[in-house]
């Protein structure tokens, strides 16, 4: 019998072979031994958690893998003392679980895999599958009446999530984006219809201020399209190459005088900032778009910051965010001491239309052109927030890294 014995957290320990003579012949024990090294070997080196069930539902044994992606809720003590499987899956499951082994004991085959979270942590996913056990024929196998096999799926359910989302975002940017180039052609129209009016009637005119009404009304309309545009990345960018330094410190007039004298503008500068290659316009209505969002947030006061820094590829591992591609980027923070958001509503603030704001406060196009903007740059926008403690913003625009003309280097000379 051969044992690998594994400790709490079903980290492999050191392994013990026990050769029990069972058989009356030699040859036969070496044989019997040979192929139980064997079959442990396949029992503990595979990435499937296993365990051995019985008919009451009590685990009998497991695999170190079993122990390892279990080690929250159960331990080799606890295996020993042949606990109850349901205990180790979540509350919500159970009955499935209870529905599956009865199908076990009653031999059937086929019987559907489980989905199910870690009980301490509905972040981890894990696929569950009972199998019956059809022979049992004697010996030590007897008594098992269920093999259950888990492989932790969280990195899957993940990017389902990532892909659905970007799926999502990309459908709603081509109606929108329709919708927009359409609309824009109308109210072009408009506008110069009504602009044609107003130099054919003089301002005494009665019809006059409402064919200002109608101008502005339409210059309006055409301001949000424009921001629909800038979410379906169909807008037209000028990028030019700068320095994030230079254009937030031009910035902060503006920026304070938005946020008014309740709120502490703080901008920190990185040192030795990369260049960006960012349409400058649209930069600048990303960082006003943000601090309007966050004075929103903080009615009563508080503090905006707008931090920059560089990025190194191998820094980007250090962000938990999937999407984030290892490059070097410039890192811009913006981030608030407000009212947070929620996590349900933070999967959908970047989503056009999406506001919590009264009626006529918000029309829920702000982010959606911010992440229009920085998608369209070739950057990243990700959202970590708190309630009650604050919102950070964070945009990771691509370093920018001039051409260099092929020329000779003096030293390359005369080879
Ligand atoms: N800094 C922040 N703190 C708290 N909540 C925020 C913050 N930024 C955005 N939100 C939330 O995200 C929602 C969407 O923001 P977005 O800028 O897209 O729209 P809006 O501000 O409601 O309207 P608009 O910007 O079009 O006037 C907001 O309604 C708000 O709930
Ligand atoms: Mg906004």
New binding site residues.
């Given amino acids: 019998m051969h044992r690998v014995s594994a400790s709490r957290e079903g980290v492999n320990g050191p392994t013990r072979t026990i050769v029990l003579n069972r058989t009356q012949g030699e040859d036969a024990s070496a044989e019997l031994r040979a192929s139980e090294v064997r079959f442990t070997r396949f029992f503990n080196s595979t990435p499937m958690a296993i365990a051995g069930v019985d008919a009451s539902g009590r685990i009998l044994r497991t695999n170190a893998p079993f122990l390892q992606l279990f080690s929250s809720v159960v331990d080799r003590d606890a295996v020993d003392r042949r606990v109850r499987f349901e205990t180790i899956v979540h509350e919500r499951d159970r009955p499935a679980f209870a529905a599956a082994f009865e199908k076990a004991r009653q031999r059937q085959a086929n019987i559907e895999p489980i989905d199910s979270v870690l009980p301490g942590n509905e972040e981890r996913h894990i696929r569950f599958y009972v199998n019956a056990v059809a022979d049992s024929a004697g010996g030590e196998g007897a008594e098992e009446s269920a093999i259950v096999y888990a492989v932790e799926t969280t990195e899957q359910k993940a990017l389902e999530g990532q892909m659905a989302q970007s799926q999502k975002m990309q459908a709603v940017g081509q109606l929108a984006g329709g919708i927009a180039h359409d609309f824009n052609n109308v109210l072009t129209a408009i506008i110069m219809a009504s602009d044609l009016l107003l130099t054919n009637h003089r301002p005494s005119d009665p019809s006059f201020p409402d064919i200002m009404n109608i101008k502005q009304n339409a210059n309006r309309a055409a301001s949000l399209v424009r921001?629909l545009l800038a979410f379906s990345r169909k807008q037209t960018l000028r990028p030019e190459v700068l320095n994030l330094t230079d254009v937030l410190a031009d910035l902060r007039m503006l920026l304070a005088r938005l946020v008014g004298n309740d709120i502490k503008l703080k901008i920190d500068h990185g040192r030795d900032l990369w260049p960006v290659k960012v349409d400058i316009g649209q930069f600048e209505q990303v960082v006003v778009?943000?601090a309007?969002?966050?004075r929103?947030?903080m009615p009563s006061g508080g503090d905006l910051t707008v931090r920059t820094r560089n990025v190194t590829t191998e820094e980007c591992k250090s962000f938990a965010y999937r999407e984030l591609t290892p490059a070097d980027y410039v890192l811009v923070d913006v981030e608030?001491t407000?009212?947070?958001?929620a996590p349900d509503?933070l999967k959908k603030?970047?989503e056009p239309f999406?506001?919590?704001?009264e009626v006529g406060?918000?029309?829920?196009?702000?982010?959606?052109m911010?992440y229009g903007i920085i998608k369209q740059t070739g950057g990243f926008i990700f959202c970590d927030?708190e309630i009650g403690k604050?919102?950070v913003?964070r945009i990771f625009l691509p370093r920018h890294i001039a051409e260099v003309k092929k020329q000779a280097e003096p030293g390359a000379a005369g080879r």
């Avoid at 407000?338 to 958001?341: Q, T």
């Avoid at 999406?354 to 704001?357: D, L, R, S």
């Avoid at 406060?361 to 959606?368: F, I, P, Q, R, Y």
Wanted: glycine share 18%.
């Fill in positions: 921001q778009n943000l309007v969002n966050a929103d947030a608030d407000g009212s947070g958001i509503v603030i970047f999406f506001t919590t704001k406060k918000g029309t829920g196009l702000g982010l959606s911010v927030s604050g919102t913003f």
